[in-house]
């Protein structure tokens, strides 16, 4: 989400030069860009009364034209006028065991009340339209799909930009690549079997935080020392370049509402191995091969296609530029204005 609100941001600002925007962020948070059409404010302490009661207020009194969350809520006061929300993924309404238990004023009210009182709804991928539909019975005329975008910084680099991060990283020459928090919904027991049971197999690197419910595996992981290499601190400005180290990316997630990762590899020209599940088929299309998160032979025929077979690798690399390019962040800003723009004229 963070990703997204800093992209569709700078986007959203380049699309309308001549907009006016009071972007408010909380205390302390770094500001996105400096740009004359852009104000900053910041969200009103203390948490609950100053996120529901103050800063609506405030938001009435300022009198936009509309209000636009990425992050997909609504305070729970009015603040009384149109307003759009972008729905990243409903997952912990699917499988709420993926997820800590301790959030029930998001979930139960917030979130709910959000979706039935905002006046269009952004949904970043056709399979969270759905979601949207089953779970919270969210119809089209209220949904807009509008999928997210891969950053410039995503792209295929020359050796001697890859070099250092190589380096400090201590990356081996071929590696299996994932990057995620490790969490059950990301679902890495799967990868780990079907690497384990792989005959000649590389590094397989973990790029990401330990998250929820992790102890079983981290043990696991530990156990096999050397052979799994983790690193639980990857700033994004490295990310492009351990994606064009990597000799493929494996994404085995249960469920993602847009699934970005496998898309900046693919912009990376890293050939990806990714889950069937929820919104991914939709966003890697044919450009990556696709394996059943319950499936560890499946998988590991997958990896084993990518790691050994060159010209599937090739054609892999060549489909997943070409796939990734079809998605930016301007075409996702244009039609968030278009959202934006639709609403804002319905105001009386």
């Known amino acids: 989400m963070a990703t997204y609100t800093r992209e569709i941001l700078r986007a959203m600002v380049a699309a309308r030069p ?65 307003s759009v929300l972008t729905v990243h993924d409903l997952a912990i309404y699917r499988r709420p ?5 301790g959030q029930p004023l998001s979930t139960r009210l917030v979130v709910p009340r959000s979706i039935e009182r905002a006046t269009a709804l952004i949904a970043v991928s056709r399979s969270t339209a759905r979601d949207l539909a089953q779970l919270f019975d969210a119809g089209p005329d209220r949904v807009h799909v509008v999928p997210e975008g891969v950053s410039d910084a995503f792209q295929p680099l020359p050796p001697d930009q890859l070099e250092e991060v190589k380096e400090r990283y201590a ?25 384990r049971t792989m005959a000649d197999r590389p590094r397989l690197v973990l790029a990401g935080p330990w998250g929820w419910r992790h102890e079983q595996l981290q043990r696991e992981v530990e156990e096999l020392g ?11 400005e490295d990310l ?27 912009a ?53 530029i070409l796939r990734a390019a079809e998605f930016t962040w301007s075409k996702a800003a244009e039609r968030t204005w278009r959202v934006l723009e639709g609403v804002a004229l319905q105001r009386p």
């Not at 609506?56 to 936009?64: E, H, N």
């Not at 990356?171 to 690497?195: C, H, M, Q, Y």
């Open 171 to 195: 990356l081996p020459d071929r590696f299996i690549l994932f990057v995620g928090t490790i969490s059950p919904r990301k679902n890495l027991p799967t990868l780990v079997e079907a690497w």
């Open 97 to 101: 065991e993926w997820f800590p238990p």
């Open 268 to 320: 990376c020209g890293t050939p990806v191995v990714s889950s069937d599940r929820s919104s991914l088929p939709e966003v890697v299309g044919d450009a990556a091969l696709l394996a059943s998160p319950d499936d560890v032979g499946a998988w590991r025929a997958a990896l084993e296609a990518v790691l050994y077979d060159p010209g599937v690798a090739s054609q892999l690399r060549r489909k997943g």
């Open 18 to 82: 001549l907009a006016r925007l009071t972007v408010y962020l909380p205390h302390s948070a770094e500001r996105p860009l400096a740009a004359t059409n852009v104000a900053y404010r910041e969200i009103p302490g203390p948490r609950l009364l100053g996120r529901h009661q103050r800063w609506p207020a405030r938001i009435r009194r300022q009198d936009p034209d509309a209000y636009f969350s990425p992050m997909g809520q609504l305070p729970l006061l009015d603040v009384r006028c149109p």
């Open 226 to 236: 050397e052979a799994i290499l983790h690193l639980p601190s990857v700033p994004p």
């Open 240 to 266: 492009p370049a351990l994606y064009n180290l990597a000799t493929c990316l494996a994404h085995p997630a249960f469920y993602e509402g847009f699934g970005l990762t496998p898309l900046e590899a693919m």
